[in-house]
């Protein structure tokens, strides 16, 4: 069975009074440990941010008993913000697992897994999930085309260290968009679709802009179209044909039925004695 949240583990064969008492204990085992840096806490105090911690970590358990985990991630992660945790850490790792975002839920478990000061048993149970996270990301390989001599590269709208192009790294499966800019031109843009577990390679190459003499040839096609729709002999013009046998049933239309409203309006003739 896969093993999601330590403290559900934890409590799970206890019951009433000592379910509340350990889980109190646990909660407030979270408060325990290096806060921000005084500068940054302005005129909260720390009791005050202590508080919020941990009921943050509440919030996050609550949400995740109910599969919440969009919810559950973010309580969890207002509660690392505040300070670490390999607790909050794997929680937190955990509901990232269920939305798919595996790069960084790998990477909160890697830490835990090497924290010497977390408990055996929590460490044990972020190698076990990272083992089934880890087949499941893709990796992404992203060249340059010939002819790009600088650009930034941007994933989803963040961009690229130089360090990552040219050399596989893992990403979230789920569809992605690649874009190459160069300055305030947009030179590539590739929308990606990743599997879990793929190995894709997407090769940004820019637009090739049309050489003098290509725009001269199209503009020369353009000018013999222009020219010979105007030389057409009149026989060969559809078009007019077409409209002027348009216009002609039109007047033979009301020709028609005003002829038709005359013969219904004459006086009868007078009948013969």
């Known amino acids: 069975m896969r093993y999601r949240f330590?403290?559900?583990?934890?409590?799970?064969?206890?019951?009433?009074?000592?379910?509340?008492?350990?889980?109190?204990?646990?909660?407030?085992?979270?408060?325990?440990?290096?806060?921000?840096?005084?500068?940054?806490?302005?005129?909260?105090?720390?009791?005050q941010?202590?508080?919020?911690?941990?009921?943050?970590?509440?919030?996050?358990?609550?949400?995740?008993?109910?599969?919440?985990?969009?919810?559950?991630?973010?309580?969890?992660?207002?509660?690392?913000?505040?300070?670490?945790?390999?607790?909050?850490?794997?929680n937190l790792a955990s509901s990232l697992d269920e939305l798919g975002e595996l790069v960084e839920a790998s990477e909160l478990l890697y830490r835990v897994e090497a924290d010497e000061e977390a408990e055996a048993t929590l460490r044990?149970?972020?190698?076990?999930?990272?083992?089934?996270?880890?087949?499941?990301?893709?990796?992404?390989?992203v060249r340059l085309g010939p002819h790009v001599s600088k650009g930034v590269v941007t994933l989803d709208g963040s961009a690229l260290p130089d360090v990552q192009i040219g050399a596989p790294?893992?990403?979230?499966?789920?569809?992605?968009?690649?874009?190459?800019?160069?300055?305030?031109?947009?030179?590539?843009?590739?929308?990606?679709?990743?599997k879990a577990g793929a190995k894709v390679e997407v090769s940004l190459k820019p637009a090739r802009a049309p050489t003098p003499s290509e725009l001269a040839?199209?503009?020369?096609?353009?000018?013999?179209?222009?020219?010979?729709?105007?030389?057409?002999?009149i026989t060969e013009r559809w078009w007019l044909w077409a409209g002027m046998g348009t216009a002609l049933a039109s007047v033979v239309a009301i020709v028609t039925v005003a002829a038709l409203s005359g013969a219904s309006q004459r006086a009868p003739l007078p009948s013969e004695n």
């Open 217 to 233: 040839a199209l503009e020369m096609a353009n000018r013999d179209r222009v020219r010979k729709h105007r030389e057409a002999p």
């Open 6 to 47: 330590v403290i559900a583990r934890i409590l799970h064969p206890l019951r009433g009074l000592a379910l509340a008492l350990v889980l109190q204990a646990l909660l407030a085992s979270l408060v325990v440990g290096p806060y921000l840096p005084r500068s940054a806490l302005a005129q909260t105090s720390d009791v």
């Open 124 to 141: 044990q149970s972020a190698t076990q999930l990272l083992d089934k996270l880890r087949p499941r990301m893709s990796l992404l390989t």
């Open 49 to 90: 941010l202590a508080a919020a911690a941990r009921d943050f970590f509440a919030q996050g358990l609550r949400f995740a008993d109910k599969s919440q985990w969009d919810q559950a991630a973010d309580r969890f992660r207002r509660a690392l913000t505040i300070r670490y945790s390999p607790v909050i850490a794997f």
């Open 169 to 194: 790294f893992p990403v979230d499966p789920g569809d992605h968009e690649l874009v190459l800019v160069q300055g305030s031109r947009t030179l590539a843009r590739e929308q990606v679709k990743l």
